[in-house]
């Protein structure tokens, strides 16, 4: 099990995506073969993942408030 202070210092890194990956490792012996680094990838993978689509959903955000502005017309 992940210990809370450790979970309360990735909080305060707004890791959440790395958070969600890493309690899910932790609850599924599926990750079990997997070696260190192979797992630390998963958890760096869906972070990554995680960020890209929050700055894609900003950006497709940003482009439909331009497009729908009156200023603009």
């Known amino acids: 099990m992940i210990e809370k202070t450790t979970l309360e210092r990735l909080r305060s890194f707004q890791l959440r995506g ?9 609850q599924s012996n599926k990750y079990s073969p997997l070696s260190f680094d192979e797992r630390l990838t998963l958890l760096v993978d869906c972070e ?3 960020r890209q ?3 894609r959903e900003r950006r497709l955000r940003g ?3 331009q497009v729908t502005s009156p200023s603009t017309l």
């Open 48 to 50: 990554y993942s995680r």
């Open 18 to 26: 790395f958070i969600d990956a890493l309690l899910e490792q932790s």
């Open 63 to 65: 482009v439909g408030s």
């Open 53 to 55: 689509s929050l700055r």
